[in-house]
């Protein structure tokens, strides 16, 4: 079973900074597309931002030149740099990803158990 695990979310002042951490961990045989998305109260989940195996990456028009994703394919983790945070970057953020245990078996979509990032104005 794969699992994912984020962290690094918290309490910060508008303009600030955060950096959120996913790590993959279980029997990984590959990773294709990992990605972060977020839901605020009341509100639907929305993708922020991904990243392919080869780092091909998409982001949310809302995120544009404010945050980066990155990944480290060694450590299965993905990660999320949120700069010049806005109240409306509150939400609980998910690490999403596409997993493989074994060669031949089919590509397994996991989520991780999401972390709170609030922005206070």
């Known amino acids: 079973q794969v699992q994912l695990v984020e962290s690094g979310g918290g309490l910060v002042q508008a303009g600030g900074s955060l950096r959120l951490s996913c790590a993959a961990s279980g029997i990984i045989f590959s990773i294709n597309t990992m990605a972060w998305y977020r839901q605020a109260p009341g509100k639907q989940r929305e993708l922020v931002a991904a990243?392919?195996?080869?780092?091909?990456?998409n982001y949310a028009d809302s995120v544009k030149g404010r945050f980066t994703i990155s990944r480290d394919n060694a450590k299965n983790t993905v990660y999320l740099q949120m700069n010049t945070l806005k109240p409306e970057d509150t939400a609980v953020y998910y690490c999403?990803?596409?997993?493989?245990?074994?060669?031949?078996?089919?590509?397994?979509?996991?989520w991780g158990q999401g972390t709170q990032v609030t922005v206070s104005s």
């Open positions: 999403n990803a596409d997993v493989k245990n074994w060669r031949w078996a089919s590509w397994l979509n996991r």
């Open positions: 990243i392919t195996s080869g780092g091909t990456t």
